[in-house]
């Protein structure tokens, strides 16, 4: 097989591979976007780990919104000049860098009764697992505190996983199609 083809093979397993470790998760669960029920959205952030190529969907009514901003905006709910705004009611966002995405409903009232979400995607596989209390240096006021104890992760109702076989599995199969399709 000549190089062209090889590359093209080696860039669509590529592609495939970054699909498969792709999530989805409706934001909020089967409640999704809303003010009403009371959902903690801080603690739904919480029992996932998000990782860059996901997607979030905000499923919400007329009488909501999404908005995209910036740490300060987010604790202080100022929506005056959001990073972007989304108003379909199913919202889907890719989660396209590590660190922290700062969304809430830009209705009045709305932010202050809860209704905003941290999606924080780990900067690297230590930022995922909780870290070891130690007594022999005093917290850090610069970094939120982490869980004692790991929350379980999303049931299968809300996050839709795209892997339908592991990557050792695709691997083989990529494989075998160039060894055998292309030889």
Partial sequence: MDLGKRAVVLMLAMALFRMIDAAVYKVGDSAGWTTIGNVDYKQWAATKTFQVGDTIVFKYSQFHNVMRVTHAMYKACNASAPLATYTTGNDSITLKTRGHHFFFCGVPGH???????????????????????????????????????????????????????GKLALTVAVLGTFVFNFA
């Fill in 111 to 165: 932010c202050q009764a809860g209704q905003k979400v941290d999606i924080n995607v780990p900067r690297n596989e230590e930022d995922m697992a909780p870290t070891p209390a130690s007594s022999s240096s005093p917290p850090s006021t610069l970094s939120p505190p982490v869980p004692a104890a790991r929350v379980p992760g999303p049931s299968p109702s809300s996050a839709i996983l795209f892997k339908p076989f």
